[in-house]
């Protein structure tokens, strides 16, 4: 049977708690706060819950509260307070401190028996979870220790290091295509078609995740077959018209190999997240040889891009208490952004050519279609 300490100073309370609860469980008695911290010290691992009375003399059960709590008892041993005190100060001062339940006097046999029965089945279901998480967080560090040990291993190794090289180099040339494109229609059209481009390389902690996730091995020939985000670039840019338009300049360049096309503007997530993505095969020229190498390129707009740098915290922060409102607001404000950009598209589209009847990005783009482009707009 499981073992419960009735702690009261009145002995007709603490007598008609054991004849309600001793057909269930082993009842243990203590008259005052000292003696049931006495009693606790012999036996807390195996007391199933304390029914504990606040005025005592000794020690009184906030007394008792602070020292199970300081003891750290009280995340396992669950405590309901046995009181004729109803004031709301009185009880959310007992849940601050960490009680589990009040059982009010005068006692009500069936009450008194579904409270404890509940209370401790709910305190063993918690204590069950929090066992199975700290098992889970522990297998995560041996999983992240072996990572990063095998992780070591590959930075260690020559071809690996010149495979980094080439999605290095990979990034420069795309940055540099891009950055000819936004020098040309500065020129051409007085404007820049992106705000900012970010750029980075997975790390080999990061990729050896991610084989292993997928089941593949972990080689530089694995690497360069199954992983397409190693060498990743991020185009900020104004307005939804220019993410297309880039988009598609990017992919007309002669010598760019487009692998995989994902429109999320267009076809958003369930989470609101919206971008373009291309997956590229990009021309690098080495000493010795001309090498194709893959890269991901996004476009963002200026807001989505400062969304999906809240969400990213969500996603990855575990201390983020109502995370489903939370995760509704972003949808929400996904949704208000892509009005927004576009209403302000509208409205670039009116101060450019106020007169015109055809939106500039249709004038732009049917300028370029007819082999105008790198002559003069008039």
Same mark, same amino acid.
């Given at each position: 049977?499981?073992? !419960?300490?009735?702690?009261?100073?009145?002995?007709?309370? =603490?007598?008609?708690?054991?004849?309600?609860?001793?057909?269930?469980?082993?009842?243990?008695?203590?008259?005052?706060?000292?003696?049931?911290?006495?009693?606790?010290?012999?036996?807390?691992?195996?007391?199933?819950?304390?029914?504990?009375?606040?005025?005592?003399? &000794?020690?009184?059960?906030?007394?008792?509260?602070? =020292?199970?709590?300081?003891?750290?008892?009280?995340? &396992?041993?669950?405590?309901?307070?046995?009181?004729?005190?109803?004031?709301?100060?009185?009880?959310?001062?007992?849940?601050?401190?960490?009680?589990?339940?009040?059982?009010?006097?005068?006692?009500?046999?069936?009450?008194?028996?579904?409270?404890?029965?509940?209370?401790?089945?709910?305190?063993?279901?918690?204590?069950?979870?929090?066992?199975?998480?700290?098992?889970?967080?522990?297998?995560?560090?041996?999983?992240?220790? !072996?990572?990063?040990?095998?992780?070591?291993?590959?930075?260690?190794?020559?071809?690996?290091?010149?495979?980094?090289?080439?999605?290095?180099?990979?990034?420069?040339?795309?940055?540099?295509?891009?950055?000819?494109?936004?020098?040309?229609?500065?020129?051409?059209?007085? =404007?820049?078609?992106?705000?900012?481009?970010?750029?980075?390389?997975?790390?080999?902690?990061?990729?050896?995740?991610?084989?292993?996730?997928?089941?593949?091995?972990?080689?530089?020939?694995?690497?360069?077959?199954?992983?397409?985000?190693?060498?990743?670039?991020?185009?900020?840019?104004?307005?939804?018209?220019?993410?297309? =338009?880039?988009?598609?300049?990017?992919?007309?360049?002669?010598?760019? !190999?487009?692998?995989?096309?994902?429109?999320?503007? &267009?076809?958003?997530?369930?989470?609101?997240?919206?971008?373009?993505?291309?997956?590229?095969?990009?021309?690098?020229?080495?000493?010795?040889?001309?090498?194709?190498?893959?890269?991901?390129?996004?476009?963002?707009?200026?807001?989505?891009?400062?969304?999906?740098?809240?969400?990213?915290?969500?996603?990855?922060? &575990?201390?983020?208490?109502?995370?489903?409102?939370?995760?509704?607001?972003?949808?929400?404000?996904?949704?208000?952004?892509?009005?927004?950009?576009?209403?302000?598209?509208?409205?670039?589209?009116?101060?450019?050519?106020?007169?015109?009847? !055809?939106?500039?990005?249709?004038?732009?783009?049917?300028?370029?279609?007819?082999?105008?482009?790198?002559?003069?707009?008039?």
């Amino acid at each position: 049977m499981q073992r !419960i300490l009735v702690v009261d100073d009145a002995e007709i309370n =603490r007598e008609l708690l054991r004849g309600i609860l001793e057909e269930d469980y082993a009842v243990e008695m203590a008259a005052d706060g000292e003696e049931a911290l006495q009693k606790l010290e012999e036996s807390r691992d195996t007391t199933a819950a304390i029914l504990l009375d606040l005025h005592m003399p &000794k020690k009184d059960g906030f007394e008792v509260i602070s =020292r199970l709590k300081e003891n750290g008892w009280l995340q &396992k041993i669950p405590v309901l307070i046995i009181s004729s005190e109803h004031a709301a100060e009185i009880e959310n001062r007992c849940f601050e401190m960490g009680v589990s339940d009040f059982i009010h006097k005068p006692f009500e046999a069936s009450i008194v028996k579904n409270r404890v029965r509940n209370t401790m089945e709910l305190f063993a279901y918690k204590n069950s979870l929090e066992e199975k998480v700290e098992e889970q967080e522990e297998e995560l560090r041996k999983q992240h220790r !072996i990572i990063e040990m095998q992780a070591e291993k590959l930075r260690g190794t020559e071809p690996f290091n010149r495979l980094m090289m080439e999605y290095r180099a990979a990034i420069m040339e795309v940055e540099t295509r891009l950055k000819v494109l936004n020098e040309e229609f500065s020129q051409m059209y007085k =404007r820049n078609p992106f705000e900012s481009i970010k750029s980075r390389l997975k790390t080999p902690a990061s990729i050896y995740g991610k084989l292993a996730h997928k089941g593949y091995p972990v080689t530089v020939e694995s690497i360069r077959e199954h992983l397409t985000d190693v060498a990743g670039l991020r185009v900020i840019c104004s307005f939804p018209d220019d993410i297309y =338009r880039l988009a598609d300049l990017l992919i007309k360049q002669d010598d760019f !190999i487009l692998l995989r096309k994902k429109d999320y503007i &267009k076809n958003p997530k369930s989470n609101g997240y919206r971008s373009l993505h291309l997956i590229l095969s990009v021309p690098i020229f080495l000493s010795n040889e001309k090498k194709y190498v893959k890269a991901e390129v996004q476009f963002r707009t200026i807001a989505m891009d400062f969304w999906a740098s809240l969400e990213h915290k969500l996603k990855y922060k &575990k201390d983020v208490n109502d995370t489903e409102e939370i995760e509704a607001q972003l949808r929400a404000c996904a949704d208000s952004i892509e009005k927004l950009d576009y209403q302000m598209q509208d409205i670039r589209d009116k101060i450019d050519l106020p007169g015109a009847k !055809i939106p500039y990005t249709e004038v732009v783009r049917a300028w370029v279609s007819a082999g105008n482009f790198g002559k003069t707009m008039s």
